[in-house]
């Protein structure tokens, strides 16, 4: 079993930065592959990136890629995701999301799920 819980969103200006953070519980958080996800009002969920269990491999949505990065601190418990160049389209709660082993860009592959931290990108 792991708890999740993001922090870290808030009302930022286009061309802003946030970096969410996600905090795991429990003492295997290393066994786990660990990805954000986010949903704006009216649509479904969408995949916006991944990280394996030793960080040597990492997956973006395309919508993000150069401009966001995801990493964590296993050491820590918790995964990161620094967002950079804020664009109106990024609003939406961010989820982070747990699976054991491998990553996967598909919500429903996911266990684990935090409660969500919104982010607001306008001016």
């Known amino acids: 079993q792991v708890q999740l819980v993001e922090s870290g969103g808030g009302l930022v200006q286009p061309g802003g930065s946030l970096r969410l953070s996600c905090a795991a519980s429990?003492?295997?958080?290393?066994?786990?592959?660990m990805a954000w996800f986010r949903q704006a009002p009216g649509k479904e969920r969408e995949f916006v990136a991944a990280?394996?269990?030793?960080?040597?491999?990492?997956s973006y949505a395309d919508s993000v890629k150069g401009r966001f990065t995801i990493s964590r601190d296993n050491a820590k418990n918790t995964v990161y995701l620094q967002m950079n160049s804020l664009k109106p389209e990024d609003t939406a709660v961010y989820f982070c999301?747990?699976?054991?082993?491998?990553?996967?860009?598909?919500?429903?592959?996911?266990?684990?799920w935090g409660q969500g931290t919104q982010v607001t990108v306008s001016s």
């Open positions: 999301a747990a699976r054991p082993l491998l990553t996967t860009a598909q919500a429903g592959g996911y266990e684990y």
């Open positions: 429990g003492r295997t958080f290393s066994i786990y592959a």
């Open positions: 990280t394996s269990r030793s960080s040597g491999s990492t």
